[in-house]
């Protein structure tokens, strides 16, 4: 069964930074692709950014270029999104997914599994 399991949310004040993890198990996903999506209260499911496991290629929504990164721990099956200079405005629940198509896709329907959300919240 596969599972995606997000940590390392919390409360921060603007300006800090904050890394989730998504610890994932089940299957083999090197032939896969890791995004990150954020959902705030009353908006819609976001792309933050994705990643492909096996070369690590990334790409990010425009808002949060130059502050996020993502980064992936082949041996621990993990995925890492590094936050820095938080905003107010990117508080939301954070999202790890996976897909299998062979290109990083912003597009939350193409993605095939999903964690459970983990709440990141910055404080002004």
């Known amino acids: 069964q596969v599972q995606l399991v997000e940590s390392g949310g919390g409360l921060v004040q603007a300006g800090g930074s904050l890394r989730l993890s998504c610890a994932a198990s089940?299957?083999?996903?090197?032939?896969?692709?890791m995004g990150w999506f954020r959902q705030a209260p009353g908006k819609e499911r976001e792309f933050v950014g994705a990643?492909?496991?096996?070369?690590?290629?990334?790409r990010y929504a425009e808002s949060v270029t130059g502050r996020f990164t993502i980064s992936r721990d082949i041996a621990k099956n993990t995925v890492y999104l590094q936050m820095n200079s938080l905003k107010p405005e990117d508080t939301a629940v954070y999202y790890c997914?996976?897909?299998?198509?062979?290109?990083?896709?912003?597009?939350?329907?193409?993605?095939?599994?999903w964690g459970q959300g983990t709440q990141v919240t910055v404080s002004a």
């Open positions: 089940g299957r083999t996903f090197s032939n896969y692709h």
């Open positions: 997914a996976a897909t299998a198509t062979i290109a990083v896709v912003p597009t939350s329907g193409k993605y095939d599994y």
């Open positions: 990643t492909s496991w096996a070369f690590g290629r990334t």
